[in-house]
């Protein structure tokens, strides 16, 4: 045991160098001792999940979102976000059951779609139009938000990021509403 504490000693090689007149230089190797034996102490944990729940309790709780006061830069993150995945998706699944509908017999040529499309009633197709032209224009718009404030033009500060969100979402509403009236 002794010789086990021995060799954990933290020692230090000190070197002296002691010049010689004809200039060559000899070096003197000791052994400094800087500190004195230390004991390990081993704690053994009998209840492994008391010593995690202790820790989890310790740990910074983050704040829930409800506590937070919505804002229009978050608001256009979020819907940037969603409209991408949903219009993405939309055209996949539109893309897959185009290349499925053989298989299946089902007619999808361009012009069935139109005359299944026609006769719906007015009401349905605006609605339609609008379930998809509001997110096409959201999300088509945002991203020249995007653009616009990363390049750092128009961004005076925190106000003019809010007016330029609620721009945004002006344009998007007006562009979506004129593309779902038309023809």
Same mark, same amino acid.
């Given at each position: 045991?002794?010789?086990?504490?021995? $060799? %954990?000693?933290? *020692? +230090?090689?000190?070197?002296?160098?002691? #010049?010689? !007149?004809?200039?060559?230089?000899?070096?003197?190797?000791?052994?400094?001792?800087?500190?004195?034996?230390?004991?390990?102490?081993?704690e053994v944990i009998q209840d492994k999940?008391?010593? $995690? %729940?202790?820790? *989890? +309790?310790?740990?910074?709780?983050?704040? #829930?979102? !409800?506590?937070?006061?919505?804002?229009?830069?978050?608001?256009?993150?979020?819907?940037?976000?969603?409209?991408?995945?949903?219009?993405?998706?939309?055209?996949?699944?539109?893309?897959? $059951?185009?290349?499925?509908?053989?298989?299946?017999?089902?007619?999808?040529?361009?012009?069935?779609?139109?005359?299944?499309?026609?006769?719906?009633?007015?009401?349905?197709?605006?609605?339609?139009?609008?379930?998809?032209?509001?997110?096409?224009?959201?999300?088509?718009?945002?991203?020249?938000?995007?653009?616009?404030?990363?390049?750092?033009?128009?961004?005076?500060?925190?106000?003019?990021?809010?007016?330029?969100?609620?721009?945004?979402?002006?344009?998007?509403?007006?562009?979506?509403?004129?593309?779902?009236?038309?023809?």
């Amino acid at each position: 045991m002794a010789s086990i504490q021995k $060799l %954990t000693r933290p *020692r +230090l090689i000190e070197q002296t160098f002691q #010049h010689v !007149s004809r200039g060559t230089a000899k070096v003197t190797r000791r052994l400094v001792n800087h500190s004195s034996p230390r004991k390990v102490q081993f704690e053994v944990i009998q209840d492994k999940t008391h010593h $995690l %729940t202790s820790q *989890r +309790l310790k740990r910074p709780v983050s704040p #829930h979102l !409800s506590i937070y006061q919505p804002q229009i830069n978050s608001f256009l993150s979020i819907s940037m976000r969603i409209t991408g995945t949903f219009l993405s998706g939309g055209l996949y699944l539109f893309s897959c $059951l185009y290349l499925l509908s053989p298989t299946f017999g089902i007619d999808m040529s361009s012009e069935h779609l139109a005359s299944v499309f026609g006769s719906w009633p007015t009401g349905a197709q605006i609605a339609a139009k609008l379930f998809v032209a509001f997110p096409m224009s959201l999300h088509f718009f945002g991203s020249l938000r995007n653009m616009v404030q990363v390049m750092g033009k128009g961004v005076a500060g925190s106000r003019s990021m809010v007016r330029m969100g609620w721009v945004t979402v002006g344009v998007s509403a007006a562009t979506a509403v004129g593309l779902a009236g038309w023809v």
